[in-house]
């Protein structure tokens, strides 16, 4: 549990902090602060959409832990004993 929170909170972060940076940079890129149409929005629009789906995507790709990986609760161990 405590793995998966911290991914979790890690991605989250990351997210805050790479979101604003990607629109930003392009956004500075197709010119000033208040001058921008719409049409400005648009690369990054696609672009969040795009890490968006490769997110879903490699969220697909996982797979459980095998049990072999698994540990043995409390009750299990006394009873191998």
Do not use: C
Not at 50 to 78: C, D, M, T, W, Y
């Amino acid at each position: 549990m405590g793995a998966i929170h911290g991914r979790l909170l890690t991605a989250w972060s990351a997210a805050g902090v790479a979101g604003p940076l990607i629109v930003n940079g392009f956004l500075d890129a197709q010119g000033k602060p208040g001058t921008l149409t719409a049409a400005a929005y648009r690369p990054a629009l696609f672009t969040m959409v795009a890490v968006l789906l490769v997110g879903f995507v490699a969220n697909l790709l996982i797979r459980p832990v095998p049990s072999r990986f698994h540990e043995q609760r409390a009750e299990e161990k006394e009873a191998v004993a």
